[in-house]
């Protein structure tokens, strides 16, 4: 038999009213469970307290008196309902007073909103509609005439012909007085210079089959695309500046603009930037190397506009790739 059994079972076996079966198990329980016999211990002291319990017996006098108890009873809750009667009639005066009616407020609450609502769209579009009150409005029309046609270039200079012959101004024969080895101040200022043989190089306004933007000095016949100091088509890759190759000399300088936002947030610090040079000089690509988001722009837009000493290797011009910083200071 399951111990569960057993201890439900106990009640029963102490008055005596199991089977002979049941008795047999619980018996056999209780030999081998000590937990069961100490509780069927502790039931059979219950029950010899109650046993010797002293029987109170209730006199008649008890009963006589039930109904007036009653009453009395039912006299003193009628008392207590009058006291708070008494007291709902004091705080009748009083300024807190409970809400009433409060579904007729949720209900003129939406009511309410819905009349300001059209009120408020009836201002707004009969005044639209009402076109006799609107404003006149006087319209001045100005006629703008386009700008006159640019004035036509001037024609170019008519064409002259090479001389052969060379004309000279014969020198002015002048008497002065100087010693050798010794400067003198000239003391009259002659009428006229002898002029220097000139020899046909180029002729004013140009001469047929020439390039459009020459170069002073340069040679009749020249080919257009040509490189200074080199081949004709041929462009030499840029050199970056290490070791024996320094960095080429600065020449114009434009300092950056310090952007309005970087001030404000009180950014400073320093730009490195890559920076290549063309034949001339001139910076033509830059790179950021190190950033500073808000003052890499203001350092690229200075760094274009800077010129440098044109690098000369093996006696031609060669771009050159050297490092950049530009710092930016907070004044």
Not at 121 to 132: D, E, F, N
Not at 146 to 166: D, F, G, N
Request: proline share 8%.
């Amino acid at each position: 038999m399951s111990h569960k059994k057993t201890l439900n079972l106990l009640g029963a076996y102490l008055d005596g009213e199991l089977q002979d079966k049941d008795k047999q198990n619980v018996d056999k329980h209780l030999k081998a469970c000590p937990a069961c016999t100490r509780e069927l211990y502790l039931l059979r002291q219950l029950d010899t307290a109650s046993r010797n319990m002293i029987q109170i017996k209730r006199n008649e006098e008890y009963w006589d008196g039930f109904a007036d108890r009653i009453k009395s009873g039912i006299q003193r809750q009628q008392a207590g309902s009058q006291l708070v009667k008494k007291e709902v009639t004091m705080f009748q005066d009083s300024f807190i007073r409970p809400s009433k009616n409060l579904g007729t407020r949720a209900l003129v609450f939406p009511i309410s909103l819905l009349a300001h609502g059209i009120i408020a769209l009836m201002l707004i579009v009969i005044p639209l509609m009402t076109t006799s009150e609107l404003p006149k409005v006087e319209v001045y029309s100005a006629f703008l005439a386009p700008p006159p046609p640019p004035p036509p270039p001037p024609p170019p200079p008519p064409k002259k012909a090479a001389s052969s012959t060379v004309k000279r101004i014969k020198p002015v024969q002048a008497q002065t007085t100087f010693e050798a080895g010794k400067l003198v101040a000239p003391v009259e200022i002659p009428d006229a210079i002898a002029e220097e043989q000139i020899s046909d190089i180029g002729v004013e306004g140009g001469v047929e089959g020439g390039v459009e933007g020459g170069v002073i000095g340069g040679v009749l016949g020249g080919v257009v695309g040509g490189v200074l100091g080199g081949v004709v088509g041929e462009v030499e890759a840029p050199v970056r500046a290490i070791g024996d190759i320094k960095q080429p000399k600065l020449i114009k300088r434009i300092e950056p603009v310090y952007p309005e936002i970087a001030r404000q947030a009180r950014v400073a610090g320093i730009v490195i930037l890559e920076a290549q040079t063309d034949i001339y000089g001139r910076v033509t690509t830059v790179k950021v190397l190190r950033s500073i988001p808000l003052l890499d722009q203001a350092a690229i837009d200075a760094v274009r506009q800077w010129v440098y000493e044109p690098m000369v290797i093996n006696g031609r011009p060669r771009g050159v790739i050297f490092t950049v910083t530009v710092t930016f200071e907070m004044k």
